[in-house]
């Protein structure tokens, strides 16, 4: 190969290719995250210089995810910033209440025209039976994650929770930081800008922590997720071919999935911000131990949930209007979270189902508080809430809704148990990921936050022998090629 196709070759490595968008889990990111490391170590000191070479990486990140978007997130951010200065400066509220929800219908959108344009405009067709051709609509990724972000700046500043940043590069490092620009966390401003403003250097515990989940990250995804989506993905692509022991099985192994993915995600985007010196929010608390829907949405996608309740349930009167204003509070909530994820009617009902949970659980909740935590209705109680949880992910997961209708179906009326046992010496290796998986979820915290103290402890070979262990399982397990994480088509 001569220098000039080999120069080529590297400089396509730095282009967009929709086909193979940067991901935490590619070899690509973490080469070009080992080479900006160093870098930022020096410019750590000058807060000005640090944040500008951030700001720089984290815009060709999300550019290596989205292509030429990555100028669409710049313009929010000024848009956003000018605006939220205007409403802090102004003191008549109704002109304050003006601007800030004309930042709110600039997000929505822009949300609105790339996420549900093709969505809504389908409706239509179908009601006035027209010859509709789809919009061509590219979807930018983490578009809905810094949506959000960016309203509940803007709602803060209105509120006078905060005060906008000086400057417009604080900011656009708070919008666009490369961790949690995709897939979340989301990220709250009273929680981080204060982390800019003081810029503290990371210490050893912070660097080894993070490096530990990070590395857990990895194997959730990489391992784990990857390895159990290839059974899953053949139950819910031809869902009509299967038995039901074998449709359950893939039920559940998404159930898993999805945990391991998006969780996996979440532990290297908390794991990376550590290494910087910025602490983000825990955004999964071992959500398939909850026993009620109202504790799995204290445990799942934290950062989501706090957010709905925050800046939608609370605003629309969360439980201080009355009983029935509480259930439909809650209902409307998770109506709109569910439309969150996606632009179709299957999450409109996996909302509203969630929605209909949570208003049944608390409306029976005086019944339930006489019931005794005997052992049995602990695990009747777990249970219960995990099939619930479990059934309603068919709809997030299958193609369209009759689909999701097939599958359930399809295990109630093809379900026979003599076939467990057939299955399981068919597929060992993804029944013995299953177990493993399930039985770690039951694992105290403690015990996880002891282990993680442990290797931050230990000596660097066992450090080394740890990260070979993780390489080695990557590799004999890794598809052909990288699998992008679920939350990025959100």
């Given at each position: 190969?001569?220098?000039?196709?080999?120069?080529?070759n590297i400089g396509?490595?730095?282009?967009?290719?929709?086909n193979?968008?940067?991901?935490?889990?590619?070899?690509?990111?973490?080469?070009?995250?080992?080479?900006?490391l160093p870098?930022?170590i020096?410019?750590k000191?000058?807060?000005?210089?640090m944040?500008?070479?951030?700001?720089?990486f984290?815009?060709?990140?999300?550019?290596?995810?989205s292509?030429?978007?990555?100028l669409m997130?710049?313009?929010t951010?000024?848009?956003?910033?000018?605006?939220?200065?205007a409403?802090?400066?102004?003191?008549?509220?109704?002109?304050r209440?003006a601007?800030m929800w004309?930042?709110?219908c600039?997000?929505?959108?822009?949300?609105?025209?790339?996420?549900?344009?093709?969505f809504?405009?389908w409706?239509?067709?179908?009601m006035?039976?027209?010859n509709?051709?789809?919009?061509?609509?590219i979807?930018?990724?983490?578009?809905?994650?810094?949506?959000?972000?960016?309203?509940?700046?803007?709602?803060?500043?209105f509120?006078r929770?905060?005060?906008?940043?000086?400057?417009w590069?604080?900011?656009?490092?708070?919008?666009?930081f490369?961790?949690?620009?995709?897939?979340g966390?989301?990220?709250r401003?009273?929680?981080?800008?204060?982390?800019?403003?003081?810029?503290?250097?990371a210490?050893s515990?912070?660097?080894w922590?993070?490096?530990?989940?990070?590395i857990?990250?990895?194997?959730?995804?990489?391992?784990i997720?990857?390895?159990?989506a290839?059974?899953?993905?053949?139950i819910?692509n031809?869902?009509?071919l299967y038995?039901?022991?074998?449709?359950?099985?893939?039920?559940v192994?998404?159930?898993?999935?999805?945990?391991?993915?998006?969780?996996?995600y979440s532990?290297?985007a908390?794991?990376?911000?550590l290494?910087?010196?910025?602490r983000l929010?825990?955004?999964?608390?071992?959500?398939?131990q909850?026993r009620?829907?109202?504790?799995?949405?204290?445990?799942?996608?934290?950062?989501l949930?706090?957010?709905l309740?925050d800046?939608?349930?609370i605003?629309?009167?969360?439980?201080r209007?009355?009983?029935?204003?509480?259930y439909l509070?809650?209902?409307l909530?998770?109506?709109?979270g569910?439309?969150w994820?996606?632009?179709?009617?299957?999450f409109?009902?996996w909302?509203?189902?969630?929605?209909l949970?949570?208003?049944?659980?608390?409306?029976?909740?005086?019944?339930?508080?006489?019931?005794?935590?005997t052992?049995l209705?602990?695990?009747?109680?777990?249970?219960?809430?995990?099939?619930?949880?479990?059934?309603?992910?068919?709809?997030?997961?299958?193609?369209?809704?009759s689909?999701?209708?097939l599958?359930?179906?399809n295990?109630f009326k093809?379900?026979?148990w003599?076939?467990?046992?057939?299955?399981?010496?068919?597929r060992?290796?993804?029944?013995?990921?299953?177990l493993?998986l399930?039985i770690?979820?039951?694992?105290?915290?403690?015990?996880?936050?002891?282990?993680?103290?442990r290797?931050?402890?230990?000596?660097?070979?066992?450090?080394?022998?740890?990260?070979?262990?993780?390489?080695q399982?990557?590799?004999e397990?890794?598809?052909?090629?990288?699998?992008?994480?679920?939350?990025?088509?959100?």
């Open positions: 190969m001569d220098s000039g196709t080999l120069i080529s396509h490595l730095f282009l967009y290719d929709r193979t968008p940067m991901l935490f889990s590619s070899g690509l990111f973490w080469f070009l995250f080992i080479l900006f870098v930022y020096l410019l000191k000058s807060k000005a210089k944040t500008l070479f951030v700001i720089a984290s815009l060709f990140f999300y550019y290596k995810s292509g030429l978007f990555f997130l710049i313009a951010s000024l848009a956003d910033w000018l605006l939220s200065r409403i802090f400066r102004t003191k008549d509220r109704s002109r209440l601007l004309l930042s709110i600039i997000s929505l959108s822009i949300l609105g025209y790339f996420k549900y344009a093709n809504f405009l409706n239509w067709n179908a006035v039976r027209g509709f051709q789809p919009l061509d609509i979807l930018p990724v983490g578009i809905s994650f810094y949506t959000f972000q960016s309203i509940s700046y803007v709602v803060d500043v509120k929770k905060i005060t906008p940043t000086r400057s590069f604080d900011y656009l490092f708070f919008l666009s490369f961790p949690a620009l995709v897939a966390p989301i990220v401003a009273d929680y981080f800008l204060p982390q800019i403003k003081k810029n503290l250097q210490d515990s912070m660097i922590g993070g490096l530990w989940l990070i857990i990250g990895i194997l959730k995804k990489a391992v997720a990857d390895y159990i290839q059974y899953n993905d053949l819910f031809d869902p009509g038995s039901g022991v074998q449709t359950l099985m893939g039920v192994g998404y159930t898993m999935q999805i945990y391991c993915d998006f969780s996996g532990d290297m908390i794991g990376l911000a290494i910087m010196g910025f929010a825990t955004n999964f608390d071992s959500p398939y909850s009620n829907l109202t504790e799995f949405w204290r445990r799942w996608h934290i950062s949930s706090t957010w309740r800046y939608l349930y605003p629309l009167g969360g439980n209007k009355g009983t029935l204003r509480t509070n809650n209902f909530t998770m109506l709109i569910g439309l994820h996606g632009a179709a009617w299957k409109v009902f909302g509203a189902m969630h929605g949970g949570l208003a049944i659980h608390k409306a029976c909740r005086p019944l339930l508080v006489r019931i005794p935590d052992p209705t602990i695990f009747f109680s777990w249970l219960l809430t995990f099939l619930y949880v479990s059934f309603l992910w068919v709809f997030f997961r299958a193609k369209d809704f689909d999701s209708i599958i359930i179906k295990i093809e379900f026979h003599w076939q467990f046992p057939q299955f399981i010496s068919a060992p290796i993804w029944c013995l990921m299953m493993v399930i770690m979820h039951f694992v105290p915290q403690r015990w996880a936050d002891t282990l993680q103290l290797y931050a402890a230990s000596p660097w070979l066992v450090k080394l022998i740890i990260f070979l262990i993780v390489v399982l990557v590799i397990f890794m598809l052909a090629e990288v699998q992008p994480f679920i939350y990025f088509q959100f």
